[in-house]
């Protein structure tokens, strides 16, 4: 935006401070979403419907599905996981109406959906980010005994508020396409291609110092991408890639990369070789062509993987090429002791082995790349009926793979969903035991405190406790003083909403909470 003379841009105030907080503008663009679409469905419910089971359901579904998840990807795939969302909720509303009529079905059956619901997210982060949604759309039918015949009003007003939210995910502000770990991966590739290059730059300029300056700069940025991909992939207590057949090839990447740093830094010459043994740097340079097409095929996964195929053909040529010629150049038989004999041969075979090691690497990581590519072009019909690319395995054995990880009473995940489990459970027995009116908040409360996780600080916790209770006696107190003024809690409600979601990025934990 520019001034009135067209010259200068305009300095919005708290632009600069709210951009600085919340990078990217997510949380403001799901509070804002809320706050439009909340109140409007609010009122389509308990106005124009009136029918107060279904107003109390579009209310929390809004909420849960507009202001409580936000997942990453293309808009195909975040539209698609949201209505996968708004689906299980449905499920989870069904079998809540249903084991509330009994207190102790209730109490247990919260217990055990709130473990399997918590426990999945070691699995995906797509499930691990909608964890709370999940749970808000069990606690509220279980917390409030209903008969069976609620269940369509119940399904119903859900269901409203998620066919709504993908029309919001989609129109309103869409977010970006961003995949965080692909973008690294795309880095990393580039920048150990880049260190190959400047390595054998090197090598043939015969130690050229300006060749050798840009070989150590070449090697600190290629450190620098990999680590940067190790910190995102590891920095966060979920898995940062779903279940989905690309997501899953992804994540292989990770640690193949992180190898092939290793394995490039250990080959990586000490000092500058008298005689260039030629048909290892013709290895090295087609293993990073092999790098660069494998990079150009994760960011557009779309294309075709011919070009990197005739990139993989030409670095198996050159191997094959350096399997000849090192066997032709092994040391002769003399009458040196055999000790001696065997350390020349080792001495000569060495650069032939890291030449080897490095294009298997290579190859594996360019495999991976063309199983992400060809799980993106898999046809609909396809991806419905879960087909794989020829040679990878499926998501039930992904999941098995990574659940059987974390079953093990050293896991912190465990800990987590078990305390989060038993805690949500006795909240439904002690709201069903209590009779307080809307009991609901008792869980509701409970499930507040419970962001914070096993893998979270001690300030978290406490931060969670004092930010929900905070947010009981300021809303407590509004209401009070507001009183049967509906005017004026109408008039507000938006802008409590967008408080809600700009809250956590924008001011503090705490804030967030209350």
Known sequence: MRTRAGNLPIRLPGRAWLSTHDPGYGALR???????????????GDKVI?????????AFGSFAMLLLVDFPGPRKERVTNQAALGVACAVLICLGTLASRSTPVAAV????????????GVVSSVLAGATTSLLLAFILPVSLPGPVS????????????????LLAISLLWPSPARNPVRSAAVAACRALAARLHAEIAFIMSHGDEADHEAHRAAITRAEEAVNKLQSLFFATP?????LATDARALVRLVDELRWLDAVVLRSAPKRHPRHPNVPVCRV???????????????????????????????????????ERATTEDLPAASATADGERAREVVSALDPSFRAQELSFLVGQIAANANFAAAAQRRSWLDRVLGRQPPGFTGALTSVRERAGSHISWSSSSLHSS?????ALGLAVLVADLSGVQHGFWVV?????????????????????????TAGFIVGGVLVYLIGTNTAVLWVLLPFVILLAGLAPAAISFAAGQA
């Open 418 to 422: 078990l305390r989060g489990a038993a």
């Open 444 to 468: 509701f409360g409970t499930l507040a405190v419970l962001r914070s996780t096993a893998l979270s600080t001690g300030q978290n916790i406490l931060g969670a406790m004092a930010g929900t």
């Open 30 to 44: 799901r509070a804002g979403r809320a706050a439009l679409i909340m109140p409007a469905l609010l009122v389509l």
């Open 109 to 120: 059956a919260m217990a055990v959906v709130a473990f399997v619901i918590l426990f999945s």
């Open 50 to 58: 009136a029918n107060p089971t279904l107003s109390y359901f579009v």
């Open 284 to 322: 090295k340079t087609d293993a990073a062509e092999v790098l660069e097409r494998t990079a150009d095929l994760l960011e557009a996964p779309a294309g075709t993987s011919e070009e990197l195929e005739a990139a993989l053909a030409k670095m198996n040529e050159a191997l094959g090429a350096l």
């Open 150 to 165: 609620q269940i369509p009003d119940r399904v119903a007003g859900w269901g409203l508020a998620g066919a709504v939210s």
């Open 238 to 242: 979920y898995r940062p890639s779903g």
